[in-house]
């Protein structure tokens, strides 16, 4: 065979397998594209499904701020009222025993009087649970 033959067969064979590594590699690349596309495409569903869920979070946490220092005010109020209430009938229960005790009276025999007491009682206790709530509020 001419050698001149032989040299073109040669490198007609080593530009056929240049071309077939050259096609598999970028079969290759184009199914590690593919793979990756696919990764990344679900990260991102990932990622905004939990950026909505944060910023739903921190709508929701606004709203609780704003009703917690909304229901702060009111029993701050409150308890403000129960004070001024509270110090108001203990001062009138106070008048009343001592008025009883001046006459000979039994202070408990007065109308009124020991539903007051009770009254009394139940006003510190619920100023006293206003005032824990409000400390949590804080």
């Known amino acids: 065979m001419n050698p001149q033959l032989n040299k073109v067969f040669s490198k007609l064979a080593k530009a056929e397998k240049t071309e077939l590594a050259s096609e598999k ?26 950026a909505k869920k944060g910023f739903e979070l921190i709508d929701a946490q606004k709203e609780l701020n704003q009703d917690k220092q909304k229901v702060s005010k009111e029993i701050l109020k409150d308890v403000q009222k129960g004070n001024k209430s509270y110090k108001q009938l203990d001062d009138l ?26 009254q009394l009682s139940q006003i510190i206790n619920a100023t006293d649970l206003a005032e824990d709530a409000l400390n949590e509020l804080k």
């Open 93 to 118: 229960l106070k008048k009343t025993f001592k008025t009883a005790k001046e006459l000979g009276l039994n202070a408990n025999d007065i109308p009124n009087y020991r539903k007051a007491t009770d």
């Open 25 to 50: 590699v970028e079969l290759a690349l184009a199914d590690d594209l593919k793979k990756l596309n696919a990764n990344i495409s679900a990260i991102e569903k990932d990622l905004r499904a939990n």
